[in-house]
């Protein structure tokens, strides 16, 4: 059988009062994919009305990660003097190591399991672009190797924030509530807008933002100083490095940093060094250079192509160089 359920009787599931044949209906009706999502939308829901006991996950950690220490000091002595010191502590035994190492992993599932309800991820490969219209009417275009994670539920009405891992341009919708939008990325760069179009660049060598249009609010947050705001206008770029630093540039051609849109490439000095990253970042591939000097050597120039073929052609004749491919790996070399 596979009958309608309707939500009041979701409802007293949840609160632990479904009877057996209940729960049986309601295991049959979530057979059906499109009843799991209206399972969680209805969950997500009762959970608002009714409000949860939530277990302190990162207290349970701090704790069983200071138990671990303690019996690794056990094990390594630091020196010979801290061997004279007798340290009285819980016994640990293999058998409860295993029972923690169980716990871990059930808690990093629970987590999984949870962002995968929270949150929808859509992603490019190697190699591909993809333009979004997300349900607030705001347009994405991911990257290649990208990924955008959204939130389920309320997006639009509760929140307009979003995560990005790669690189994306945004052309934000304004709404009539002026509900702004974010974009968080994993290097404690944040860029909140009302309705404007950047491009968002968050990769391994770095991040970057470069405003087209409107007017952005930046936050950087790092560890060894306080949150710094910068107010950018059409034109502004913020880059951070890998070790943190921040920088502040301006260009009278903002619209350049969106050009791989139409998979077109725009050098402007660009080393190979960098021209590397990017053949690693957006078709998957190793560098190798032969003579280490040609990292150094830069590269100016326009050009369109639609695979990593053509990539490299083009670059080998700008540099008058040679390359060679197998799988992977491309070789540079005189």
Known sequence: MNQA????????HFAGRSTALQRTMIADWLQQPANQMQYVAWLDEWEHQNLQYLADEDAA???LSNKIEVWEQQQHPLSTEAQQVPIRSMPISPRWLVAASVILCVLAGLYAGRQLLLYQTLETGFGETNQL?????STVTLNAHSTLRIPRFGFGNKTRAVYLTGEAAFSIKHTPSHQRFVVHTNRGVDVEVLGTEFDVYDRPAGTRVVLSRGAIQLNYTSSSKPVRRLRLKPGDAV??????QLTQSFTTQPEVSMAWRDHRFVFKSTSVREIADLLRDTYGLRVI???PEL????VTGSFQVNNADEFLQVVAELLEINYKQKD????LFE
Do not use: Y
């Open 328 to 331: 992977d790996t491309v070789t």
């Open 295 to 298: 990292a150094n050597r830069t």
């Open 61 to 63: 950690l701090r704790r």
């Open 239 to 244: 880059s951070v490095d890998s070790l943190g």
């Open 289 to 291: 250079l032969k003579d």
């Open 133 to 137: 219209t997300l349900p607030d009417g």
């Open 5 to 12: 359920i309707r939500k009041e009787t979701l409802f007293e």
